[in-house]
């Protein structure tokens, strides 16, 4: 491993710039799929198109510097905090991990007091078979009504104003290693929902429920025969690599597909326009490969789906047979971009697998894949197939231990999304640097229990920074400027029209940056480590207000949030060695701050 | 007849003796049947309310707790009935960690077979009906030397997988305690 | 270059071959090129180095007979030392001659049986991956198309005539394979892959069995070889890919709820069913293997009934425990395990 010199290089925490923001014509958001800033805040990803971009201009790197605690209120709960407030007309809701409490906070008042709280109630049992802290990325508000996914596989519904429940639906089975962590999608009168537990050899999915009833309107699984896979007609896939009859079934050992993995446990955008929904799929199941031998689909791709009937318009597989657990199920952010004279309707997307995604997101051409972070389990992406190239030297072998694979299995870069400002063009990339060990082993299938077959060690990446906050430039596929980390940030970023961009570090540091350059502009300690998604709302008073839930955890976390033994370096999958500092760094919490500009 | 021959022998019958006494290589291959034997909830050191009577230490506790045969069949089983995908080598996961001294459910080898057997609140599997209790108790000795419980010539030298933790012949004995923290 | 043996030669190997009672496990059969070659190179270093021997047993008689005859003096004392005897002079160059040709004709046939052993294996057209456990064979049978793979246990089924590569793998200690009929000995090392390509040449029924101490039921880790026609070699492909059907017979459906949800879907597979687990042999067509528990006992009724009550007691220390069924279950999951075929 490359142990540089921390002193020779950009001290940790201090942004390096490389070059300049494009100007004039660069990617901006459609405006279909991303409307004007209403102040509030009403799905994590602030608008379909998750851009995760404030329309808000108070507060800009002039003032923020006097940015200062409005108020706080404890979830009480301790585990990984990953989900946004939402606002919405002067109520805050905030979804925890589990148990998975829903409060309503009622900003009209000083101090925000509880206005209601709803309990779901999920399975305790549910917490054995959530593979990386019990954690819950978001509700949804839409049409009068929140909508929340509990630990245990169910989705509810929940009337915003009373805080009855409406409906609840349960879609996921905890014996067979099922949860359900996603924050679900609203749109088109269909609420739309994932599993999760790629680890535990489930069958991936993804459904539809009515918005009104909470009734099943069609599910499509990742994995086996066409038919329950929703492929017909209407699916062209770009590339040949991914054409075929029945992929889902051909492309695994005999039977192998029913406990393939192939979940939906991250991110779902949605174009108004064309009617599509675009999510990306998880891991193929077990982590060994060689157990399953063949591209393993319709896993770590991405589909495009029509959201009224389920069916796959096009897919793109990211890494068939993968090798290194590089889910693909990051956030889709769509965007317009210039290209040869004209718009171009593309996506971007930040992958696991370390490279930066341009893609038409009419038909999934891939026009450019630049790595964003240190990589050599690839060679690259073919543009002409679209296939990865592989690196048969970082191969995992069952019964040995392949060394020094970048990036590791959480990826350059793992579920906390990025942010897109359609003011500078560029994406806001939070981010990890890390590098791993991989020992395989057969995996042995027990329903309910985990699938995996590896024990995992990582460690630092070159540079020595566990992290990085990255100012990406799309469209010339660089960076534009980065600020190294000593722990992997694995918190969302946000932006806003102010020009001010902000992220949470695992040790507890909320930060204000510079949305050009990268000059941390303010920071702020607080109780726990921040992996949860900053937003930014108009509070009824007119102002522009900050707010984020500190609580560590989650996989990177689960050191803390699990309190696990340092001792054991393959803990948590292999987290545990990278982090094993974290514990003296943070404890565990779940505490929200809401930040402004004083008076 | 020479004059050591009384030594000699004294010698070999006293070998001969320490090694026929040695329950430690003692293999306990075929078990009751499931359920007949599994040890009732044993419950973690609680208060006892207006006190109790003594209970007699399960006797399996002796048969399994210092064995080696069982320690190692318990390794076999750890990985393959997926306890490492939840408790990692020890340091935990989904699951606590092992190879620390906190016991939610208590950490005496009986008390580790009603867990496995029984499951737990908050996601621990009951194995009781995919497991025979041999199996449950030669696992729960595995569980008890990744903390260092059992006597040091008992246990595994070697892992069989990435070399994570400290070998359990060198690991430092970390005497289990039940840990008061509620609610977790 | 091959050998082409003549009739001799192949006869003498068979007539050593006819010295053991049984060919299916035998290093003097003649079911696959490399165990024809080598039993030819054998039976070429037999002949010749009984040539030499007996040719030196009788220099060594006539030595001893000569020496016995008076009037022989002694050469060095009386002088004549300098003086070379014809006779003696050619017996040693014919000597070293001999042995010279004796050593390349040797040589020579060593590295022809080398080479053509090797090109008889040197395009595989077939590969399966055969990982040793204690104390079984786990048997995969790779293909391009990956749906197309299967998974089996204990018994190897190969096609006639076609080189096959099998890569050896190993789970926990060192193994050996072992077929004498058809191929030398090839270790499963663990964290290593080792492989060996064999030719099998005559269509029948082989034995082999690991032959490195592997633990302590290193002797019932036997391995059934079928050499089959290609055609039905083939139909067996084609059988083993389909999954278990589900019983209609009661007693039998009582079978599949045990083992598909039971402790025996702990550590067995059968496709077609939930149960796919990895730690036993895949039990898919289980019935339809010639033995069980490889090698123990020739797969029957009966012997189903005394492994799945008690494999401790006929495999003690192996991995599947002694449950302890209830006669019913007993019963159900025999009657069960019967359908697998």
């Given at each position: 491993m490359t142990a540089c010199n921390r002193s020779e290089k950009q001290p940790l925490g201090s942004a390096e710039v490389y070059s300049t923001i494009p100007a004039g014509n660069h990617a901006v958001a459609p405006p279909g799929a991303s409307p004007r800033d209403d102040g509030n805040w009403v799905m994590p990803g602030k608008d379909y198109a998750a851009t995760r971009f404030s329309g808000l201009n108070q507060i800009t790197p002039a003032n923020v510097d006097k940015l200062a605690l409005s108020f706080t209120f404890s979830t009480a709960t301790t585990h990984g905090y990953e989900a946004p407030p939402?606002?919405?007309?002067?109520?805050?809701?905030?979804?925890?991990?589990?148990?998975?409490?829903?409060?309503?906070?009622?900003?009209?008042?000083?101090?925000?007091?509880?206005?209601?709280?709803?309990?779901?109630?999920?399975?305790?049992?549910?917490?054995?078979?959530?593979?990386?802290?019990?954690?819950?990325?978001?509700?949804?508000?839409?049409?009068?009504?929140?909508?929340?996914?509990?630990?245990?596989?169910?989705?509810?519904?929940?009337?915003?104003?009373?805080?009855?429940?409406?409906?609840?639906?349960?879609l996921g089975d905890i014996q067979k290693g099922e949860t359900i962590t996603m924050a679900p999608l609203v749109a088109g009168g269909k609420v739309l929902v994932g599993n999760a537990g790629g680890e535990m050899g489930v069958r991936g999915w993804i459904a539809a429920l009515d918005e009104d009833s909470g009734k099943l309107t069609w599910r499509a699984f990742n994995t086996g025969p066409d038919k329950e896979v929703l492929i017909g007609s209407r699916f062209k896939p770009f590339y040949a690599m991914d054409r075929g009859k029945d992929l889902g079934v051909k492309t695994w050992p005999p039977e192998a597909w029913k406990i393939g993995g192939g979940t939906v446990w991250g991110w779902v955008s949605y174009d108004p326009e064309t009617n599509l929904i675009y999510y990306g799929v998880g891991n193929p199941g077990p982590w060994?490969?060689?157990?399953?031998?063949?591209?393993?689909?319709?896993?770590?791709?991405?589909?495009?789906?029509?959201?009224?009937?389920?069916?796959?318009?096009?897919?793109?597989?990211?890494?068939?047979?993968?090798?290194?657990?590089?889910?693909?199920?990051?956030?889709?952010?769509?965007?317009?971009?210039?290209?040869?004279?004209?718009?171009?309707?593309?996506?971007?997307?930040?992958?696991?697998?370390?490279?930066?995604?341009?893609?038409?997101?009419?038909?999934?051409?891939?026009?450019?894949?630049?790595?964003?972070?240190?990589?050599?389990?690839?060679?690259?992406?073919?543009?002409?197939?679209?296939?990865?190239?592989?690196?048969?030297?970082?191969?995992?072998?069952?019964?040995?231990?392949?060394?020094?694979?970048?990036?590791?299995?959480?990826?350059?870069?793992?579920?906390?999304?990025?942010?897109?400002?359609?003011?500078?063009?560029?994406?806001?990339?939070?981010?990890?640097?890390?590098?791993?060990?991989?020992?395989?082993?057969?995996?042995?299938?027990?329903?309910?229990?985990?699938?995996?077959?590896?024990?995992?060690?990582m460690y630092a990446g070159p540079g020595g920074n566990r992290g990085a906050f990255t100012a990406w430039d799309p469209i010339h596929q660089k960076k534009v400027w980065e600020i190294p980390e000593d722990l992997p940030v694995w918190s969302p970023a946000l932006v806003t029209a102010g020009g001010v961009a902000f992220y949470g570090t695992m040790d507890g540091w909320f930060k204000a940056v510079d949305a050009r350059n990268g000059k941390q502009l303010w920071q702020f300690k607080a109780g726990s480590g921040i992996i949860g998604q900053p937003i930014s709302y108009r509070g009824p008073d007119g102002r522009q207000y900050i707010a984020v839930v500190a609580g560590v955890g989650g996989w990177a976390g689960a050191i803390v949030s699990g309190k696990m033994d340092p001792g054991d370096p393959t803990g948590a999958l292999g987290f545990a060695n990278a982090v094993k500092d974290l514990p003296m760094k943070t404890t565990a919490g779940g505490m929200l701050y809401v930040f402004t500009l004083p008076r | 007849?020479?004059?050591?021959?009384?030594?000699?022998?004294?010698?070999?019958?006293?070998?001969?003796?320490?090694?026929?006494?040695?329950?430690?290589?003692?293999?306990?291959?075929?078990?009751?049947?499931?359920?007949?034997?599994?040890?009732?909830?044993?419950?973690?050191?609680?208060?006892?309310?207006?006190?109790?009577?003594?209970?007699?230490?399960?006797?399996?506790?002796?048969?399994?707790?210092?064995?080696?045969?069982?320690?190692?069949?318990?390794?076999?089983?750890?990985?393959?009935?997926?306890?490492?995908?939840?408790?990692?080598?020890?340091?935990?996961?989904?699951?606590?960690?092992?190879?620390?001294?906190?016991?939610?459910?208590?950490?005496?080898?009986?008390?580790?077979?009603?867990?496995?057997?029984?499951?737990?609140?908050?996601?621990?599997?009951?194995?009781?009906?995919?497991?025979?209790?041999?199996?449950?108790?030669?696992?729960?000795?595995?569980?008890?030397?990744?903390?260092?419980?059992p006597s040091k010539d008992a246990v595994n030298s070697r892992s069989e997988s990435m070399s994570a933790t400290t070998p359990a012949t060198l690991m430092r004995r970390a005497p289990a305690h039940t840990s008061d923290t509620p609610d977790q | 270059?091959?050998?082409?043996?003549?009739?001799?030669?192949?006869?003498?190997?068979?007539?050593?071959?006819?010295?053991?009672?049984?060919?299916?496990?035998?290093?003097?059969?003649?079911?696959?090129?490399?165990?024809?070659?080598?039993?030819?190179?054998?039976?070429?270093?037999?002949?010749?180095?009984?040539?030499?021997?007996?040719?030196?047993?009788?220099?060594?008689?006539?030595?001893?007979?000569?020496?016995?005859?008076?009037?022989?003096?002694?050469?060095?004392?009386?002088?004549?030392?300098?003086?070379?005897?014809?006779?003696?002079?050619?017996?040693?160059?014919?000597?070293?001659?001999?042995?010279?040709?004796?050593?390349?004709g040797l040589a020579i046939?060593?590295?022809?049986?080398?080479?053509?052993?090797?090109?008889?294996?040197?395009?595989?057209?077939?590969?399966?991956?055969?990982?040793?456990?204690?104390?079984?064979?786990?048997?995969?049978?790779?293909?391009?198309?990956?749906?197309?793979?299967?998974?089996?246990?204990?018994?190897?089924?190969?096609?006639?005539?076609?080189?096959?590569?099998?890569?050896?793998?190993?789970?926990?200690?060192?193994?050996s394979f072992w077929v004498p009929s058809l191929a030398g000995k090839q270790d499963l090392i663990p964290g290593r892959q080792n492989d060996i390509t064999l030719v099998p040449q005559k269509v029948g029924v082989y034995r082999g069995q690991c032959a490195e101490y592997c633990g302590a039921q290193h002797a019932k880790m036997a391995l059934v070889v079928d050499v089959d026609s290609y055609g039905d070699f083939l139909g067996w492909w084609e059988h083993q890919l389909q999954p278990a059907p589900t019983p209609a017979a009661p007693l039998a459906k009582m079978g599949y709820t045990y083992v598909t949800a039971g402790p025996c879907s702990a550590c067995h597979a059968v496709s077609g069913t939930p149960a796919s687990a990895i730690?036993?042999?895949?039990?898919?067509?289980?019935?339809?293997?010639?033995?069980?528990?490889?090698?123990?006992?020739?797969?029957?009724?009966?012997?189903?009934?005394?492994?799945?009550?008690?494999?401790?007691?006929?495999?003690?220390?192996?991995?599947?425990?002694?449950?302890?069924?209830?006669?019913?279950q007993l019963h159900a999951v025999v009657a069960y395990l019967e359908t697998l075929k």
């Open positions: 939402l606002v919405v007309n002067g109520t805050m809701y905030l979804i925890t991990p589990f148990p998975n409490y829903l409060y309503a906070l009622d900003l009209t008042k000083a101090g925000a007091p509880i206005k209601w709280v709803f309990k779901p109630k999920p399975l305790a049992a549910s917490q054995g078979v959530a593979c990386c802290d019990t954690v819950n990325r978001g509700a949804v508000f839409d049409a009068g009504k929140i909508f929340f996914n509990t630990l245990d596989g169910q989705t509810i519904a929940v009337d915003a104003k009373s805080g009855q429940q409406v409906w609840r639906t349960q060994n490969p060689d157990q399953r031998p063949g591209d393993n689909k319709w896993t770590t791709g991405v589909f495009a789906r029509d959201l009224n009937n389920g069916e796959a318009v096009w897919f793109y597989q990211t890494t068939p047979h993968d090798l290194f657990d590089h889910d693909d199920i990051n956030e889709i952010i769509l965007a317009d971009i210039p290209w040869n004279g004209a718009r171009r309707p593309v996506m971007f997307r930040p992958a696991r697998a370390g490279f930066f995604y341009v893609q038409d997101r009419r038909t999934g051409q891939v026009l450019s894949a630049a790595p964003f972070g240190y990589v050599n389990g690839y060679r690259g992406v073919d543009l002409e197939t679209g296939r990865m190239i592989p690196n048969h030297d970082k191969d995992p072998k069952e019964g040995r231990v392949v060394r020094d694979i970048c990036p590791a299995a959480p990826g350059a870069k793992d579920w906390n999304p990025s942010a897109f400002s359609p003011l500078t063009g560029l994406v806001y990339i939070p981010h990890n640097n890390l590098c791993m060990d991989f020992g395989a082993m057969e995996a042995n299938y027990i329903s309910g229990t985990p699938y995996v077959g590896a024990d995992v060690k | 007849m020479s004059s050591r021959f009384p030594a000699n022998a004294l010698l070999i019958g006293l070998a001969a003796a320490a090694l026929l006494s040695c329950d430690r290589e003692e293999r306990h291959s075929r078990s009751k049947p499931v359920g007949e034997t599994v040890p009732a909830a044993t419950s973690p050191d609680t208060i006892w309310p207006g006190g109790t009577m003594p209970q007699a230490p399960d006797p399996r506790a002796k048969v399994y707790d210092n064995n080696a045969p069982a320690i190692s069949e318990g390794q076999f089983l750890y990985t393959r009935m997926n306890c490492v995908g939840c408790h990692s080598h020890g340091g935990g996961g989904m699951g606590p960690a092992l190879i620390d001294d906190e016991w939610r459910y208590g950490g005496r080898i009986d008390q580790i077979a009603s867990s496995i057997a029984e499951g737990r609140p908050n996601g621990m599997p009951s194995w009781r009906s995919k497991l025979t209790d041999d199996q449950i108790w030669k696992l729960a000795a595995y569980v008890r030397s990744m903390s260092g419980q | 270059m091959r050998i082409r043996a003549g009739a001799p030669i192949l006869a003498v190997s068979v007539l050593l071959g006819g010295c053991t009672y049984q060919h299916y496990q035998s290093t003097f059969s003649d079911a696959a090129v490399e165990v024809r070659q080598f039993n030819i190179l054998f039976v070429i270093f037999l002949v010749i180095c009984t040539i030499m021997y007996v040719l030196v047993l009788a220099f060594l008689v006539a030595g001893i007979v000569r020496r016995r005859r008076a009037g022989i003096a002694n050469v060095i004392e009386d002088g004549r030392h300098h003086q070379s005897d014809p006779l003696m002079r050619t017996g040693l160059v014919v000597w070293g001659a001999l042995v010279g040709t004796g050593l390349i046939a060593s590295f022809s049986a080398d080479r053509s052993m090797a090109s008889a294996a040197s395009r595989p057209r077939l590969s399966i991956t055969l990982t040793a456990n204690q104390w079984w064979w786990d048997i995969t049978y790779n293909s391009a198309d990956s749906s197309k793979t299967i998974r089996t246990a204990n018994e190897l089924h190969l096609p006639v005539g076609v080189p096959v590569r099998i890569l050896l793998n190993s789970n926990d200690v060192i193994h730690v036993g042999p895949d039990l898919t067509h289980f019935a339809s293997r010639r033995s069980i528990a490889a090698g123990v006992m020739p797969m029957s009724e009966g012997n189903l009934y005394g492994w799945v009550a008690d494999p401790q007691s006929l495999k003690p220390g192996n991995h599947m425990p002694t449950i302890g069924l209830e006669p019913d």
